[in-house]
């Protein structure tokens, strides 16, 4: 009984072990939870979550991760005691939370939207805060970005870039314009160009951002806005490029979404007597405003809008509410920002009036003419006074635009008269979409005139350098994806390639190149992606070009030109086999679906074609080339000479795509070179550039100049983060985060600064910094020397950098110290050239009392020597006299030994009854014979020794004749005691006898040691080559087998990716729903490119796990599933059965559990914890590590055969002058019994299987490598008496126990 107590005891306390580990544990909505683990299973581990509101689940390994105890708030996710994505989003939760919306990895800022103003947030304080500050000292903020941005441009003289990305509604829109605001504001307050750079912002706002359904400020277009400087750095002006406005939405917008905001800011703000001349009523009297109707206000200026300008659903709901955007003040500030921008009252009238035109145009509708059998349409009379305003704004003939809308013109090649005019009517869809693309191409012919006037507003001659803001629409999903979406998700997948490459791809390669030891990091490389979009030959934008050129193009013809080009292709697939549910309703000819980065979104191409061609009809264009509209006319110029047919056109997807490669080869110029290799920006453009000129042009390469060309100071990265889809603050929906952070890759940024050094310089141009500030003394320094001093004499730690083979790195949460380095200002070059040469003088000084104290210990050493000379002589001195006088001392000696005799003489006879006094009288006479002898030998010293030897020999037979007197006298009277001196030697021999004995046996004994050594070397030996043996003969299964797993593991990876890729699908299918009610299938039918994904990836998956399953079969020969089982029953099972094959088979899983356990906990390991608790020797781990995956032959089992061993072993974190200890280890058949570590500076650690299996190895025999090691095997005689001197208990099997 009290066995089976002690059993359940042991079980109790491996329980209580782990649940004190606090992890972290997935969550599909919190992102992650805290919980503690409960058991070990097969696969997956048992959590029970902290906070009881959440229950108890079983979760795989790559799900969990480990937890700090108490909450973590850090400015920069680097300095998390654990780096992983679990404490990354936990960090970012607490601090939201807090107000604090900023924080860094490395040097990117993530910025998470609050949805809400916080105050003095963006102050003119604050920005005065920041001026000048290195990154890391002040709490992280945009403005510190900027303020980076600005310094690297001024130290490096090279443009810089700060790409600002994230999801719609993650409030990229904002952070642009508080960079601007910086950018404008940093050193002095705004000037003319700088106030007209920050008018720009609302201007583009109010023409092109709209309310979406996640945003309420979404901006539908994208911008790269630069701020050019000149050579003192000041903002001399700056430059627009807009990309891809969102056309479609001028005429059609959902329920809840808007048209853009100058169409409401318009109708509420504008005074009356411009809304009467302008003809403008409320929102519901327009079909392009046929979404939302519904102005933006607050409870002030709501009572200012008339109430005859608020729609229907304005008067029944009320306005809609945001914290900044205010369509009646916003009306305000547009015409000011107008006004500055240079625009006179008429100018702005021009604009307002074609906005106007643009909403009157949408309301002419069309009908079918009743006796007209071309099937030909009119407008209807309903119409007419739209038409006539539109034409009144517009500036055209009524007539001609009612003929131009209706119908179009042809011109004929053939069969008649060559260049004859052909009027073709229109049918009623065909005259809408006529008119739409009329109302489309004034409006975004307006945008780009507006953008061109800004331009010409904030000119630049004397350009430098520019730091540009990229603020481009984010990723966007929706139910129905159409030809904008996957405008804009292209070019997101374009600047994800442009952020892998530059942050995680090159610079593992840089690290690589400068010999630094970081581990490298894996990320989804989405290059399949791109080249499935842009590939010439048969991407899908060149696909969509083919069938615009074609007689009759067709959506759905498109469409299955597309799946058959990539029907092999994982990244393009059908849309049934969509996660959501409503996309399925789609036909195979009606859209694909196209699994980004950041999931799959399936795309309807009805449109595509339609959107693709933007070029109006003759008729029309015409019509608006020659109207009397001056600024219509600006737009429309009548001398241009635009190729016209379907084979010559330039389709929106190539004009994107042209824009997009500029864009990107700007970025990538501005993160590789520096500014040395370009001409003056005003000498390589005019005033009035656009994307589609030509590119900087470089100059030859300054071999001379220290700059290295991959270093990468001219890109800055802001990641925008959603908080919740409500868009409501103080909510943080941890699964949404993790899905941005983890498609953004900020992730594996995380990954790689746990090891890497995001900030380095060149040794050259660091010397070249401070080289006019430098003595003649100093400037004789090699660069590298003169950076070594700098850095120490800052008393920077040695952890905190490292030097590279040109350029000298920082680790993570040290730009403090790098950007005060990196300064160029002159007080604080002194300061630090100061301190360089106290450091040299201090390492000199240092030198001269070293080479002093040399001097002294030579000194000394001399000294000791001139000592040990003088004792050698005086040794040597003593030695001869010794030598010359010893035949004397010695004879002296010998003859002195006879008086010792004769003293016990005396005492012996005195002992006697009969002749006492013969005998004495005899002793005394030897007295005198003995003082003359000694007194010859003293007084002559040139006595030879044959004298004295004579003199020893007379005096000694006297002493002789009177020791034989006295014998005779003895003898008698010794015979009595005579049997007791027998006696005494009879035990004396025996002793004598027994010790023999007992040295015999020792003898013995060492000889079997000896031979049971041997017999174990021999076994070594014999199964040494018996292995060598097997491993010829395995040599070519072995090649196979390896290329074999090769492709498993490729395989594998692939099939991982796959399923992040799904997961992501379906993480983005659920929020997709979410926000429509639509419904999502867990499981379901993924069929892509006409086969199904489960005929072409699962089975793959069930053949990998029949492999794994069978090789674990053959291995084990295992009859019991344990794949079921907890850790407690495998150990209850272990201890307790009686059944050698469930015991062998439970064993073999235990310890397999164990190694599963160990490598999550050596991942998930704390950045400052060393390996203290190791379980083994390193030799040992890594010869497990090092083992071929070859499977072993099972043999049969039998009674478990004991082995011992012993290793020398020292722990990972011992210091340097640390004596080795000794590892033991006693085997019970393949697996560990006991184990024992022996330090000579600490107590010894005993550790027993069933008690201490988490501190134990866990590897099997085989695994160890130990039966291969020379000399570690032991005698079980030899390890039981280390364990019992060291306090263990002796070995009880309990398997043999319950037996």
Known sequence: MDFYTNIERRIDKDVRKMDTQLVWARDPTEGYIQCRITEIGAKDFEVTPVDRKFAKRTCHIDDIFSSCEGPQDHDDNCELMLLNEATFLDNLKVRYYKDKIYTYVANILIAVNPYREINDLYSSVTIKQYNGRSLGELPPHVFAIADKAIRDMRVLKCSQSIIVSGESGAGKTESTKYLLKYLCHSHDSAGPIEQKILDANPILEAFGNAKTTRNNNSSRFGKFIEVHYDAKCQVVGGYISHYLLEKSRICTQSSEERNYHVFYMLLAGAPQQLRDKLGLGKPDDYRYLSGCTQYFANAKTEQLIPTAQKSKDYQQKGALRDPIIDDYNHFQNLDKALSRLGLSDVNKLEIYSLVAAVLHLGNISFEEIPDDARGGCQVSEASEDSLTITCRLLGVDPTELRQALVSRVMQSKGGGFKGTVIMVPLKIYEASNARDALAKAIYSRLFDRIVALINQSIPFKASNFYIGVLDIAGFEYFTVNSFEQFCINYCNEKLQKFFNDNILKNEQ???????????????????????????????????????????????????????????????????????????????????????????????????????????????????????????????????????????????????????????????????????????????????????????????????????????????????????????????????????????????????????????????????????????????????????????????????????????????????????????????????????????????????????????????????????????????????????HHRPRYQGIAKINKIRLNAQKTIEIATGLKNGREVIINEVNDIYRQIEDAIKSIKENEKITSREIDSLHTVVMANMNKVTVDLNSKLKEQQQAEEQERLRKIQEALEAERRAREEEERKKQEEEENKRLKAEMEARRKAEELKRLKQEEEDRRAALALQAQLEKEAQDDAKYRQQLEQERRDHELALRLANESNGQVEDSPPVIRNGQSDVTSMVPNKLIRSENVRAQQQALGKQKYDLSKWKYSELRDAINTSCDIELLEACRQEFHRRLKVYHAWKAKNRKRTTMDENERAPKSVMEAATKAPPLIQPKHEITTAQHRYFRIPFMRANAPENTKRGLWYAHFDGQWIARQMELHADKPPILLIAGIDDMQMCELSLEETGLTRKRGAEILEIEFNREWEKNGGKPYKNLGSQIL
């Not at 849309?575 to 980004?596: C, M, N, Q, T, Y």
């Not at 009397?628 to 190729?643: C, H, R």
């Not at 453009?685 to 990468?712: A, D, P, T, W």
């Open 509 to 883: 390669e840089l690290y690589k190149r400068e010999g630094l030891n970081v581990p490298e990091i894996s990320f989804t490389d989405n290059q399949d992606i791109i080249d499935l979009i842009e590939s010439k030959s048969n991407g899908i934008y060149t696909l969509l070009d083919e069938e615009s050129k074609l007689p009759k193009p067709s959506a759905s013809h498109f469409t299955t030109e597309v799946h058959k080009a990539w029907c092999n292709h994982f990244r393009l697939g059908l849309p049934r086999s969509s996660r959501l549910k409503a996309h399925r309703i789609l036909r195979d000819e009606e859209g694909f679906l196209v699994r980004h980065f950041a999931g799959g979104v399936c795309y309807n191409t009805e449109q595509f074609i339609e959107k693709n061609n933007d070029a109006l009809h003759a008729s029309l264009e015409g019509l608006v080339q020659e109207c009397e509209n001056p600024l219509l006319k600006t737009l429309f110029p009548s001398g241009s000479t635009s190729p016209r047919g379907k084979l010559n056109f330039i389709s929106v997807g190539s004009k994107f795509k042209t824009q997009l490669a500029e864009l990107m080869e700007k970025l990538e110029k501005n993160n590789g070179y520096s500014q040395s290799q370009y001409l003056p920006l005003s000498k390589q453009r005019g005033m009035h550039y656009n994307l589609e000129s030509k590119l900087y042009k470089k100059l030859e390469s300054n071999e001379k100049s220290g700059i290295n060309v991959f270093q990468k100071f001219g890109t800055n990265f802001i990641r925008c983060i959603k908080p919740n889809s409500k868009m409501v603050d103080k909510e943080f929906e941890g699964g949404l985060a993790l899905a941005q952070l983890k498609c953004s890759g900020t992730i594996s940024v995380l990954e790689l600064m746990e090891h890497g050094y995001p900030s380095r310089v060149p040794f050259g141009d660091l010397y070249n910094m401070y080289k006019s500030y430098l003595p003649p003394e100093l400037v004789k320094l090699p660069a590298r020397t003169f950076c070594e001093a700098m850095l120490h004499s800052l008393n920077l730690s040695s952890k905190d950098f490292k030097f590279g083979i040109t350029k000298v790195f920082f680790r993570p949460g040290k730009f403090v110290e790098f950007d005060r380095i990196l300064r160029s200002d002159p007080e604080n070059l002194l300061a630090i050239v100061t301190k360089v040469k106290k450091w040299l003088i201090r390492s000199r000084w240092v030198k001269t009392i070293l080479g002093a104290a040399c001097a002294i210990r030579l000194k000394n050493r001399i000294k000791y020597r001139n000592k040990c000379i003088l004792v050698m002589q005086r040794m040597v001195r003593g030695h001869l006299a010794r030598k």
